[in-house]
C-alpha cells in the first residue's frame, strides 16, 4: 500500500530527529519563553474571532502558493490587518519553510508565533523557544500518548503554549487527557489532505467550553468563518487563501471582524 502524505512526513522528522544526538534535559534549563502568548491572545474577552494568520509558501498537495514570498513582508500585512497571531511553516521538504522565517517574522512584529511543524522530540519544543516560537503544533494523529504527553510537559516547562491539532472524536479524547488548553481541528486529512468542511462544527460538539477552539483549514471566505463562530470556535488558523489574496491586510481585517459566539 502506498505511503500517505503523512506517512511520508512523519518518516522524514523521525528519521531526523534519530540523528539529533543533542540531549534535550541539557537544555531545558537555560531555554525558556517570555513574551506574547497564543492562550492570552485567542482568550481575549472581547467579541471577534481571532484570526491567526499563516506564512505559507507551498504545500505537498497544491504545490508553490507563493513561490516568492516574503515572510517579514507578510507578517506585517497580517499585523496590520488585526490578526491576533502569526503561524509559520518551518518544515522546509514538503511545505518550503525555514527556522530563518519564525526568526525573523518574530523580530518584525510583536505578536505570539505559532511554530507550525511536525513535532516530535523535546529538541523541536526547545528550539521553538530559540526561534523565537510562542507555541508550538502537537498533531494527535501523529503522535503516541507517551509523546505527545510528554511533549505537552515539555512546553509547559519552557514557557510555550501547545495547539493541539485534532481531526476526529478519538483525537479529542486523546488531547483531552493530556489536559490540552488549544486545541485545534483541523478540516484537512492529513493522510490524503482532502478539506471536509464540516468536520470542524461535528467535533466542535465534542469539546468542553474550557478550552481554546481553533478551526483550521478550508476558512476561505467570511461565511466560512461565521460558520467556525456559530460552532463556538475562538480561532480560525488561515493560511492560503490570505497569501494569494490582492489585499492581504484588507482580508485579515475583514475575517478578524466577524463577531464570535457568546461563551456560556
Known amino acids: 500500500m502506498a505511503g500517505t502524505y503523512l506517512d511520508d512526513i512523519m518518516a522524514y522528522h523521525r528519521a531526523r530527529v534519530a540523528r539529533d544526538e543533542r540531549e534535550w534535559r541539557e537544555r531545558l534549563d537555560d531555554i525558556y519563553y517570555r513574551g506574547p502568548?497564543?492562550?492570552?491572545?485567542?482568550?481575549?474577552?472581547?467579541?471577534?474571532?481571532?484570526?491567526?494568520?499563516?506564512?505559507k509558501r507551498r504545500s505537498p498537495s497544491q504545490g508553490w502558493i507563493d513561490e516568492d514570498l516574503d515572510a517579514v513582508d507578510l507578517a506585517r500585512q497580517y499585523q496590520r490587518g488585526a490578526a491576533s497571531a502569526i503561524s509559520v511553516l518551518t518544515d522546509e521538504p514538503h511545505f518550503a519553510g525555514s527556522?530563518?522565517?519564525?526568526?525573523?517574522?518574530?523580530?518584525?512584529v510583536d505578536l505570539p508565533i505559532l511554530r507550525k511543524d511536525f513535532t516530535v522530540s523535546a529538541n523541536d519544543v526547545l528550539d521553538a523557544v530559540e526561534m523565537g516560537a510562542s507555541a508550538v503544533l502537537l498533531i494527535v494523529a501523529a503522535l503516541s500518548d507517551e509523546e505527545l504527553a510528554h511533549l505537552v510537559d515539555v512546553s509547559v516547562r519552557c514557557g510555550l503554549d501547545a495547539l493541539v491539532e485534532v481531526h476526529d472524536g478519538l483525537d479529542v479524547r486523546r488531547a483531552l487527557a493530556v489536559d490540552a488548553a488549544i486545541i485545534g481541528v483541523n478540516q484537512r486529512d492529513l493522510r490524503t489532505f482532502v478539506v471536509d468542511t464540516r468536520r470542524a462544527a461535528e467535533v466542535a460538539d465534542l469539546l468542553p467550553s474550557s478550552v481554546l477552539k481553533v478551526a483550521e483549514s478550508g476558512i476561505a471566505s467570511v461565511e466560512d468563518v461565521r460558520r467556525a463562530a456559530d460552532a463556538g470556535f475562538d480561532a480560525v488558523l488561515v493560511g492560503e487563501v490570505f497569501v494569494r489574496a490582492n489585499d492581504r491586510e484588507a482580508m485579515v481585517r475583514e475575517f478578524a471582524s466577524v463577531p464570535r459566539a457568546p461563551h456560556e
Open 37 to 55: 502568548t497564543l492562550r492570552d491572545a485567542l482568550g481575549a474577552r472581547d467579541t471577534v474571532v481571532k484570526v491567526i494568520a499563516e506564512v
Open 99 to 108: 527556522s530563518r522565517d519564525l526568526a525573523e517574522v518574530h523580530e518584525a
